[in-house]
T-cell receptor, first 112, second 118 residues
């Protein structure tokens, strides 16, 4: 069964600190991997999308890495801000790319 | 662009009633997706359309659920009859795919409809 597992389940960090969120997947065949940010009460918003041939992609203070061999990805947040408090969801697309399998998300809270 | 538009934003209904959720995708997008999000199961794909044609409805939980896309700018998700376990946030998303429907293009999510069935 295609699965996407994320860790940790939740995380609290101080404003200004860095953090790294993890994602392991078993989706096969695999087309792409995405990281979404979901604020409370809103729809998910894309942060990065990588194909299997890409190892890293950045979007401002967000940097995603992908190891297609080990089927692992990480999302690194640099110099966290209070507005980074949200759920971060790892999403893997199947071969066609349209059918997405979602992880349960990591709830990040940044406090001052 | 206004983004993906969903209505209503909140819906409270009694068990057994029919519920219709509506979605207007981003203009020019040719793929539309319906998702359901619950605390227990997270986000799940229910169905998606490519060029108004349903491509994969394997995520639709049962026959009580149906979705239509009569044209490129409108889609509905209907639940009849509704049950308390249908309570969730329902998201619509759209994207621009290539002609073959193979894509890694971005999906843009609407704000969601929070459905409560009592």
């Amino acid at each position: 069964k295609n699965q996407v597992e994320q860790s940790p389940q939740s995380l609290i960090i101080l404003e200004g600190k860095n953090c790294t969120l993890q994602c392991n997947y078993t989706v096969s065949p695999f087309s792409n991997l995405r990281w979404y940010k979901q604020d409370t009460g809103r729809g998910p918003v894309s942060l990065t999308i990588m194909t299997f041939s890409e190892n890293t992609k950045s979007n401002g203070r967000y940097t995603a890495t992908l190891d297609a061999d080990t089927k692992q990805s990480s999302l690194h947040i640099t110099a966290s801000q209070l507005s980074d408090s949200a759920s971060y969801i790892c999403v893997v697309g199947d071969r066609e790319g349209n059918k997405l399998v979602f992880g349960a998300g990591t709830i990040l809270r940044v406090k001052s | 662009d206004a983004g993906v538009i969903q209505s209503p934003r909140h819906e409270v209904t009694e068990m057994g009633q029919e519920v219709t959720l509506r979605c207007k995708p981003i203009s020019g997008h040719n793929s539309l997706f319906w998702y359901r999000q619950t605390m227990m199961r997270g986000l799940e794909l229910l169905i998606y359309f490519n060029n108004n044609v349903p491509i994969d409805d394997s995520g639709m939980p049962e026959d009580r659920f149906s979705a239509k896309m009569p044209n490129a700018s409108f889609s509905t998700l209907k639940i009849q009859p509704s049950e308390p376990r249908d309570s969730a946030v329902y998201f619509c998303a759209s994207s621009l795919n290539d002609l073959a429907g193979v894509t890694s293009y971005e999906q843009y999510f609407g704000p969601g409809t929070r459905l409560t069935v009592t």
